[in-house]
C-alpha cells in the first residue's frame, strides 16, 4: 500500500533497554522527519533527513539515534530509553525541501517504565 | 524567535458555532503558515495553510487570516460540526527549504464541537 507506516504502533519497554521505531514511505520522497508529541508541548522536531545519508537534529534530540541508508526507510532508536521518552512519535515525509507536503504517519506510542 | 504561540489550549463550541484558534509568532523571516487538523490516534494531516501576501484563505467552512504588521494568524471554522472535533495545529516556516524550512509548530488546540 502506497503510503508512510509506522511500526510498531504500541511498545512497552524498560528503561535502559534500546528500541526501535520505524518508518517506511513508498513514495520515494527525499525528507523525512521524527517528531515526538507531548501534552503541553505539541509537535517538537528530533531529527530529519534531507536524502539518504544525509541527517540533521532537529529541537530534541538528545537520546535518540537515525540512520537513513535507505530513501524509504528512516528509523529512529532509543539507545538507552528513559522515562522522559514516553511518548507519541511521528515520523514524516515530504517531497521537497521546506515546508511542503509534510504527510505523517499514524504515530508510535511508546511508553518507558 | 522560532517559537509559534497558539491559543486557546481547548476549545468547546456548539454546534452551527463559530471556531477560532489564534496564532502568533516573532520571526518576521517565516512566510509560510499551515493549519494541521489532527484526529484521535492519527497523525496530523494539512488542513489549509497561508503566505504572508495575502491576508485570507478560504477553502470551504475554514479560513486563515493573517495580520502580518501584528504577526498573528488565524483559524475560522464557520457552522463547526461535531466532525470538526479535533486537535489543531498551526505553524510556521521560511521558504525556501533546508533546515529553515522545517514546520515550527504550535503546542495545539483542542477543539470539541458539542451537538
Known amino acids: 500500500d502506497a503510503g508512510i507506516t509506522q511500526s510498531p504502533r504500541y511498545k512497552i519497554t524498560e528503561t535502559g533497554r534500546q528500541v526501535t521505531l520505524m518508518c517506511h514511505q513508498t513514495w520515494s520522497h527525499s525528507y523525512m522527519f521524527w517528531y515526538r508529541q507531548d501534552l503541553g508541548h505539541g509537535l517538537r522536531l528530533i531529527y530529519y533527513?534531507?536524502?539518504?545519508?544525509?541527517?540533521d537534529k532537529g529541537e530534541v534530540p538528545d537520546g535518540y539515534v537515525v540512520s537513513r541508508s535507505k530513501t524509504e526507510n528512516f528509523p529512529l532508536t532509543l539507545e538507552s530509553a528513559t522515562r522522559s521518552q514516553t511518548s507519541v512519535y511521528f515520523c514524516?515525509?515530504?517531497?521537497?525541501?521546506?515546508?511542503?507536503?509534510?504527510?505523517f504517519g499514524s504515530g508510535t506510542r511508546l511508553t518507558v517504565v | 524567535q522560532q517559537q509559534v504561540k497558539q491559543s486557546p489550549q481547548s476549545l468547546i463550541v456548539q454546534k452551527g458555532g463559530i471556531s477560532i484558534i489564534n496564532c502568533a509568532y516573532e520571526?518576521?523571516?517565516?512566510?509560510?503558515f499551515p493549519w494541521y487538523q489532527q484526529f484521535p490516534g492519527k497523525g496530523p494531516a494539512l488542513l489549509i495553510a497561508i503566505r504572508p501576501d495575502v491576508s485570507e484563505k478560504k477553502e470551504g467552512r475554514f479560513t486563515i487570516s493573517f495580520n502580518k504588521s501584528a504577526k498573528q494568524f488565524s483559524l475560522h471554522i464557520m457552522d463547526s460540526q461535531p466532525g470538526d472535533s479535533a486537535t489543531y495545529f498551526c505553524?510556521?516556516?521560511?521558504?525556501?527549504?533546508?533546515?529553515?524550512?522545517?514546520?515550527?509548530f504550535g503546542k495545539g488546540t483542542k477543539l470539541s464541537v458539542k451537538p
Open positions: 533527513s534531507a536524502a539518504a545519508d544525509i541527517t
Open positions: 520571526n518576521t523571516a517565516f512566510d509560510y
Open positions: 505553524a510556521a516556516s521560511m521558504i525556501p527549504g533546508g533546515s529553515q524550512g522545517n514546520l515550527i
Open positions: 514524516a515525509s515530504s517531497d521537497r525541501g521546506g515546508p511542503y507536503g509534510y504527510t
